[in-house]
Nanobody, 128 residues
Framework: QVQLVESGGGSVQTGGSLRLSCAASGYTYTIYSIYSWAWFRQAPGEEREGVAS????????LYADSVKGRFTVSRDNAKNTLYLQMNTLKPEDTAIYYC??????????????????WGQGTQVTVSS
């Protein structure tokens, strides 16, 4: 059973930065499995939306238009940790941020329906 634990959320002012971490455990990674990893967020009253996605074995990433140029997703395979560096934060970035993983997708994906494993979420609040 894959377990994902997010950390690094908090409160910042507009223009500030935060780095989220997602520690993964319990998954079996072999050359035959390519995990898709992603960050999603959900604001109050809104649907969960994809923010950024990356593949374990490649460096290319997929971003939502709203965060391109401001957010960077990365993975440290040695530490089994997924990161989301968030710069130039805006009030509209306020949400609970979740990391997700799935071995069946095979490519970067921001489709919430495709992910089986989820973390518990971490709150990010950006004040103006």
């Amino acid at each position: 059973q894959v377990q994902l634990v997010e950390s690094g959320g908090g409160s910042v002012q507009t223009g500030g930065s935060l780095r989220l971490s997602c520690a993964a455990s319990g998954y079996t990674y072999t050359i035959y499995s390519i995990y898709s990893w992603a960050w999603f967020r959900q604001a109050p009253g809104e649907e969960r939306e994809g923010v950024a996605s990356i593949i374990s074995s490649r460096d290319s990433a997929l971003y939502a238009d709203s965060v391109k140029g401001r957010f960077t997703v990365s993975r440290d395979n040695a530490k089994n940790t997924l990161y989301l560096q968030m710069n130039t934060l805006k009030p509209e970035d306020t949400a609970i941020y979740y990391c997700a993983a799935d071995p069946r997708i095979g490519f970067q994906s921001l489709d919430v329906r495709q992910y089986k494993y989820w973390g518990q979420g971490t709150q990010v609040t950006v004040s103006s």
